[in-house]
């Protein structure tokens, strides 16, 4: 009789899930801008423009992840974790010495471990010495003219860097973080969990999209509305939080999805999500209309910590029921079992192709063995490298589609406080709340969503993109002409659909080119948000908003003339990601009927997965 052993890697993939949504809760700590800003702004004596700036810093930061996409398929979780941890300890310490006053200007010894700090990130891991060289230039020049090698000066007497750009570097550092931690946990857990790529990155996307909400109620619960407090929360907090979470949060055997619970531990976790994303909106409102003692506060947040470690339930579980991840011992096979194996050869190819190192006469000795005949460029499906995702048309299909959808959707987003004002709304916070509560939604329904049809109809996951460009226009259209009591309905319109673009593109690209280097790729499709935010909110909106502004005579634009010109504009950018993502969506649908044509994704048997 075959000696049954447990499943090896089943249970470590869902203890490492529930320690990666505690890291994603700490990746949205670029959130928290808006709650320390105006401190920053009082404090350092900042204007309007400049402050708009460190809010550039702070998008940037956030979304330019192409270091720790490389670094993943180099580095162990734990390495990029801990880039993470620093990048978020120094950045964030220097905001606190700021908005504290516990300095008024940074000492030159600080600034100069900034900028060795970024040589270090940008110049060991990737050949960016041109970036950094006008890096290094434009920060000198902000010296005024001071010599940077007398490094032998006291506190009192440091050079005096301009506050902005000291301010600037350390906030871009600070919410680069997020890129790691982020990465990390989101490359980790994809590979954990192959064949249930959409419901992986709905989840954790989700828990990523209500970190703002979490951070809120800490904030006005807790932290006593004090974005001095705020800013040390988040120096010591989130770093030690993620060094807890790093032991957990490691590759594993992936989970093999033929056990009849995961659906439901999916499920549960889901629902637990949602529950604590209501939980968050109704707290947030009883908190803005009552008045609660120091008790009640504690005990808000208490529930609200409860529900955050409520996932642990499915890992404490199964090693208390360890039953039905049962695997035949060592000896035995079934009728799954391949009936050939690779021989020694191909397997060692395998490894020299993964580690670079295959020379010429290994590649012709394992040829004449019939373990490989050709080396040839990956089909869709398959593992590709950054350079051959980059000639594909798929892929810069899926970078416009998704940069056209989440740059109008950041465009709002950015700007819906000056939204609610034209429109002649004074709170504008709930517009906020519910665009959060709405982008959340999208995130965690569309993952599951995705995941459904993708195995029941082999429907590409691109079609939920498709219908939110075409939900997008209509908003905006919406938006543009001021119909009556169509402010809140277009606002939660666009906070679902700016959700689903953002958690499906995350499946959509590892479906079409693998897992192995879907660090670096998925961060490049990232870089939509950033661009998106450039073009089309501080260039579009920023310039038609200040015109019409100035047409009125104040620096406050009154009525929908304020956005309709960019409304439109972002109507037609829609209109455009509709039709390139239905042409997309034909292009990539034989490939998901090749993945998924037995009802369950059919993982390749390439090396990395």
């Not at 999500?273 to 005990?299: G, H, K, R």
């Not at 593992?383 to 798929?394: G, T, V, Y």
């Not at 959509?508 to 670096?520: D, M, P, Q, Y």
């Amino acid at each position: 009789m075959a000696n049954i052993v447990v499943k090896g890697g089943s249970r470590p993939p869902w203890v490492g899930l529930a320690a990666a949504l505690w890291v994603e809760i700490a990746a949205g700590n670029a959130y928290n801008f808006p709650l320390y800003s105006p401190a920053l702004k009082s404090v350092m004596g900042f204007n309007q423009q400049q402050l708009t700036m460190l809010g550039v810093a702070n998008d940037i930061g956030e979304n330019v992840g192409l270091l720790p996409g490389i670094a993943c398929n180099k580095f162990p979780p734990w390495a990029i974790l801990s880039v993470g941890v620093l990048a978020c300890f120094l950045g964030y310490g220097v905001l606190w010495l700021a908005v504290s006053q516990t300095v008024n200007n940074l000492p030159y010894w600080l600034v100069d471990q900034i900028r060795g700090l970024i040589a270090f990130r940008f110049m060991s891991l990737v050949d960016h010495q041109a970036m950094l060289g006008r890096l290094v230039v434009r920060f000198e020049a902000s010296l005024n003219g001071q010599n940077p090698n007398n490094t032998q000066r006291s506190l009192a007497g440091a050079i005096q860097v301009p506050s902005e750009a000291q301010l600037w570097l350390a906030l871009l550092i600070a919410t680069n973080s997020n890129a790691w931690f982020g990465t990390a946990v989101l490359v980790t857990n994809m590979r954990n969990f192959p064949l249930s790529r959409g419901t992986v990155s709905g989840i954790l996307k989700g828990y990523a999209g209500i970190s703002a909400a979490v951070y809120t109620l800490v904030y006005s619960l807790v932290l006593e509305g004090s974005a001095s407090n705020l800013l040390l929360f988040l120096t010591l907090a989130i770093p030690i939080l993620c060094l807890a979470m790093m032991y957990f949060i490691r590759p594993c055997t992936p989970a093999s999805g033929d056990d009849s619970s995961e659906h439901a531990h999916f499920v549960f976790t889901q629902a637990a999500v949602i529950l604590l994303a209501i939980y968050l909106l109704v707290t947030a409102i009883i908190i803005t209309v009552v008045s609660l003692s120091d008790a009640v506060s504690y005990i808000l947040v208490a529930i609200m910590v409860i529900f955050l470690i409520s996932p642990l339930a499915i890992p404490v579980k199964m090693s208390i029921f360890p039953s039905g991840h049962l695997v035949l011992g060592e000896g035995e096979t079934t009728s799954t079992d391949p009936l050939l194996t690779p021989s020694s050869s191909a397997a060692y190819l395998e490894t020299l192709y993964e580690n670079g190192d295959a020379s010429d006469v290994e590649i012709l000795l394992a040829m004449g063995e019939g373990a490989v005949k050709k080396k040839r460029r990956p089909k869709r499906g398959e593992d590709f490298r950054m350079h051959e995702a980059l000639i594909k048309a798929d892929f810069w299909l899926l970078w416009v589609v998704y940069f056209l959808g989440i740059g109008s959707g950041v465009t709002v987003l950015n700007n819906l406080a000056q939204i609610g004002v034209a429109f002649g709304l004074e709170d504008t916070t709930i517009l906020l709340a519910l665009f959060s509560f709405c982008n959340f939604a999208g995130r965690i329904g569309s993952g599951a969503v995705s995941e459904h049809f993708v195995r029941s109809r082999t429907i590409p996951r691109t079609v939920l993109m498709t219908c939110a460009h075409i939900i997008m226009s209509v908003a905006f259209v919406l938006f543009a002409f001021a119909i009556d009591g169509i402010l809140y309905t277009a606002t939660a319109l666009l906070g679902i659909c700016y959700g689903i673009l953002y958690a499906v593109m995350v499946p959509t690209a590892s479906e079409l080119f693998g897992l192995r280097h879907f660090g670096v790729i998925y961060n490049c499709l990232l870089l939509g948000n950033p661009v998106g935010a450039l073009l089309f909110s501080g260039i579009l909106a920023g310039y038609i908003y200040d015109a019409e502004a100035a047409r009125q005579g104040s620096s406050t634009c009154v009525g929908p003339d304020c956005f309709k010109v960019t409304f439109l504009a972002l109507a037609g950018c829609c209109g455009l990601g509709t039709v390139m993502s239905i042409i997309l969506t034909v292009r990539i649908w034989p490939v998901y009927e090749m993945l998924y044509s037995g009802g369950s994704y059919n993982l390749p048997r390439n090396l990395g997965h």
